[in-house]
């Protein structure tokens, strides 16, 4: 289990705020990533890290903001939340621990922004 | 980028039927991955499979990266099997691998 912990689980707010959604690791993986899911879109990734204060953007990063001052949490703002962000949020960490590369997932932020 | 297809879009078995889940990719891929998304919406890796055949209890994988697809295998399905099947490519191989997913697959299992 690579202890990955999202928060919150749930989410509503209002158009034009921002919200920041929480990923933390307690395993020390060095890469992570956020992506979304939209029916009809499968998973699309929004940013990623590959380590300490090292973030690039993904397929659909616009609207959206990461950090990652610590290894074990990589946070994801919506700097001023629109409808079209409302979605299901999934952080993910890719290490060789198994002995190959695969992705865990966290267990999802559902954000509805109203 | 890379496209990743996969059909049928949508599967209904009666339980203990098989079914083969298949996955197209357009380019290249050193990274190839199947998920299932359960009910719940928990998504959990079944198989990390670039290349060759891996089993693993009722479900097996073979990718042949040579034509650029990979099918996933279940066997006596049972109603715990139902959810959505995600295939995910990278050209790319490592840790860092960014993965594109395609649209799933729904499966239901009826008892």
Redesign the interface.
């Known amino acids: 289990d690579a202890g990955i912990t999202q928060s919150p689980r749930h989410k509503v707010t209002e158009t034009g705020t921002p919200v920041t959604l929480r990923c933390h690791q307690t395993e020390n993986h ?2 992570m ?1 956020w ?1 979304r899911q939209d029916p ?6 929004i940013h ?1 890290s ?1 380590g300490v204060k090292d973030t690039d953007k ?2 659909v990063s616009d609207g959206y903001s990461v950090s990652r001052s610590k290894t074990e949490d990589f946070l994801l703002t919506l700097e001023s939340a629109t409808s079209s962000q409302t979605s ?1 949020y ?1 952080c993910a960490i ?3 621990d ?1 002995g ?6 966290g ?2 932020t559902r954000l509805t922004v109203v | 980028g890379i496209q990743v297809e996969q059909s049928p879009p949508d599967l209904i078995l009666q339980e203990g039927a098989n079914s083969t889940l298949r996955c197209n990719f357009s380019d290249s891929v050193n990274n190839l991955q199947w998920f299932h998304q359960n009910p719940w919406g928990q998504l959990i890796n079944l198989f990390y499979i670039p290349s060759g055949t891996k089993q693993n209890g009722r479900l097996s994988a073979t990718t042949v990266a040579t034509e650029r697809y990979s099918l996933l295998y279940i066997s006596s399905s049972q109603t715990t099997d139902s959810g959505v099947y995600f295939c995910a490519v990278d050209p790319y191989t490592g840790a860092n691998s960014k993965l594109t997913f395609g649209k799933g697959i729904t499966l239901s299992v009826r008892p």
């Open positions: 060095r890469y990533y992506y009809g879109h499968g998973l699309r990734l990623y590959y993904g397929e299901v999934f890719s290490s060789s198994r190959d590369y695969g992705y865990t997932f267990s999802g």
